[in-house]
């Protein structure tokens, strides 16, 4: 596609239940990122990877939250046992080159909102 | 840990009139990148300019501009001749030259009025 595709668009959920969010990055994209956005408020950093390699995943904020990216192209993010707290817009944004080696501007999907009831 | 700072929580601006929207940053690195994203309800951030640290031309990008004070570590957004379809969050962002996410502020709403 032509850009950053996530599913589903909105997920509702009961607490404790497991949830599984999906991203399409724009293909050939080397670098992909999650980010949770509160409502109101700033994204914040989840985690990322470089293909298939997660290299920093020092955002997710417990151990409830899992990613992966097994075949470097889309990529799932886990929520276990989810907690009210967990209800936010969780962003997903890819990009085309590694971090490290040349800068190139994060393309952003729309967005999956998660309620957490 | 770099910081991004948004001053301004709401905005609002006539039509066909110039805003300007505030963002200072903290860091210790002396290259990064900042950013400027808008957030429409639609909720799909679009980037809408950017600056690299080590390039002193402020960036352009056809009615936004940025003013790039890198001293005083502020980047702030100039719209120039504001078009209801600007109505938005406008978020300032960070990125280290080999960082691998950026840091967002906490955003503001800008409201174009006609």
């Known amino acids: 596609g032509a850009g950053v595709s996530q599913s589903p668009r909105y997920k509702v959920a009961k607490r404790g239940q497991d949830v599984a969010l999906r991203c399409d990055p724009i293909?050939?994209?080397?670098?992909l990122f999650w980010y949770q956005q509160a409502l109101g408020q700033g994204p914040e950093f989840l985690t990322y990877?470089?293909?298939?390699?997660?290299?920093?995943k020092s955002g997710l904020p417990s151990d409830r939250f899992f990613a992966e990216r097994p075949e470097g192209s889309v990529s799932t993010l886990k929520i276990q046992r989810t907690q009210q707290e967990d209800s936010a817009v969780y962003l997903c944004?890819?990009?085309?080159?590694?971090?490290?080696?040349?800068?190139?501007?994060?393309?952003f999907g729309d967005g999956t909102r998660l309620s957490i009831l | 840990a770099q910081t991004v700072t948004q001053s301004q929580p709401e905005m609002s601006v006539q039509e066909a009139e110039t805003v300007t929207l505030s963002c200072t940053y903290d860091?210790?690195?002396?290259?990064?990148?900042l950013f400027w994203y808008k957030q429409p309800p639609s909720r799909q951030m679009i980037l809408v300019i950017r600056?690299?640290?080590?390039?002193?031309q402020n960036a352009t990008e056809n009615r936004f501009s940025v003013n790039f004070q890198k001293a005083a570590k502020s980047f702030s957004l100039k719209i120039s001749d504001s078009q209801l379809g600007d109505t938005a969050m406008y978020f300032c962002?960070?990125?280290?030259?080999?960082?691998?996410?950026?840091?967002f502020g906490a955003g503001t709403i800008l409201r174009v009025k006609s």
């Open positions: 293909s050939g994209h080397v670098s």
């Open positions: 600056q690299e640290a080590y390039k002193q």
């Open positions: 944004a890819s990009s085309l080159a590694p971090r490290a080696k040349l800068n190139q501007p994060q393309h």
């Open positions: 962002a960070f990125e280290g030259e080999y960082g691998n996410k950026l840091v």
């Open positions: 860091t210790s690195e002396s290259n990064y990148y």
């Open positions: 990877f470089q293909n298939e390699a997660q290299l920093d």
